[in-house]
Nanobody, 120 residues
Framework: VQLQASGGGLVQPGGSLRLSCAASGSILSINAMGWYRQAPGKQRELVATISRGGRTNYADSVKGRFTISRDNAKKTVFLQMNSLKPEDAAIYYC???????????????WGQGTKVTVSS
């Protein structure tokens, strides 16, 4: 199973970016999917999660600015980031709780990370 994240880059404060993360492999089912981020010198923190049914959860710092969504048919999770601030700069990692063909339980998988830089 692989999670391939994309969409990071350099954006000015107040700008927008859209991250995508596609899961591939022998996947039977995906439960929750989410985005986390890690800034230099800081611990990885939760940004947003979304259940298979679409229920969302956000960190207080991004509420009202970021929107998480998913396409279950494409096994893809998205993060629309608006009104970006310099403090949003970090490496963003996607996460998914996946049931692999042949397994009996779900396991957590991480993408490789995509870098977001917010600077003028």
């Amino acid at each position: 199973v692989q999670l391939q994240a994309s969409g990071g880059g350099l954006v000015q404060p107040g700008g927008s970016l859209r991250l995508s993360c596609a899961a591939s492999g022998s996947i039977l089912s995906i439960n929750a999917m989410g985005w986390y981020r890690q800034a230099p010198g800081k611990q990885r923190e939760l940004v947003a999660t979304i259940s298979r049914g679409g229920r969302t959860n956000y960190a207080d710092s991004v509420k009202g600015r970021f929107t998480i969504s998913r396409d279950n048919a494409k096994k893809t999770v998205f993060l629309q980031m608006n009104s970006l601030k310099p403090e949003d700069a970090a490496i963003y990692y996607c996460n998914a709780n996946i049931l692999i063909d042949g397994d009996s339980w779900y396991n957590n998988f991480w993408g490789q990370g995509t870098k977001v830089t917010v600077s003028s």
